[in-house]
């Protein structure tokens, strides 16, 4: 049996098989891969069960990749921002702005605004890091102490849930000082929820080290040995 066991992410998990089997010179199989998101394949049938509900996503390429796992209204956070006013993220001019990511949207403004008035937001998964940490933390502690609807009426428990895929607090790049990570947003949300809402925030986290983590991987290892 082989697997490869990763907390990166941000692409599907043939995506990132297709670069170890040119890397490796080897074949390699999306069945070999686990990535920091791959447990979030189990959430499916749980956030599609209720028609009524979407899923918010944050980081590159997540919405495609919560798509792929079979997520049947899964938003970008990128397109919810597009679909508020300007005055909801006011530091992010979408009026003015040119978009410049690297994934596609599906939603112009005035369908995510659609969806977003008439669907609620039960769950909110950040498969990779954000791209806007300021813009994102303000729109999502928005969503996390509400009901999730459009109107974003505030409550006093957190029906809305939140997963993160990976604790890690730095990575390293080209820069010579480890940039701060996916678990280092996660701080960062917690404290101005907490700061706003008197509340600690609830959240699961997938990736290395958590034991949640290893299991997937055992049970795909077991696979390969069927």
Request: hydrophobic share 35%.
């Amino acid at each position: 049996p082989l697997l490869f066991l990763t907390n990166g992410g941000g692409h599907s998990e043939s995506e990132r098989a297709r670069r170890l089997s040119e890397m490796f010179q080897i074949c390699v199989d999306d069945s070999q891969v686990v990535l920091s998101h791959t447990p979030m394949r189990s959430l499916v049938n749980q956030y599609n069960r209720d028609p009524s509900t979407n899923v918010v996503c944050v980081g590159r390429g997540s919405s495609d990749v919560a798509r792929h796992y079979g997520f049947h209204r899964a938003i970008h956070i990128d397109d919810v921002a597009k679909a508020l006013p300007v005055d909801a993220a006011p530091f992010q001019a979408y009026a003015t702005q040119k978009m410049t990511v690297d994934e596609p949207h599906h939603y112009d403004c005035d369908t995510a605004r659609q969806e977003l008035i008439e669907l609620r937001t039960s769950a909110i998964l950040v498969m990779h890091e954000s791209r806007d940490w300021g813009r994102d933390i303000q729109l999502l502690v928005d969503i996390l102490a509400s009901d999730g609807s459009w109107s974003r009426t505030r409550r006093d428990d957190q029906p809305v849930d939140l997963y993160f895929s990976n604790p890690d607090w730095s990575f390293p790049n080209t820069y010579h000082i480890p940039r701060f990570g996916q678990g280092a947003f996660r701080l960062a949300l917690e404290t101005l929820f907490h700061r706003s809402t008197g509340r600690e925030l609830r959240s699961t986290t997938f990736g290395k080290p958590n034991t949640i983590q290893y299991r997937w991987a055992q049970g795909m290892l077991e696979k390969q040995l069927e």
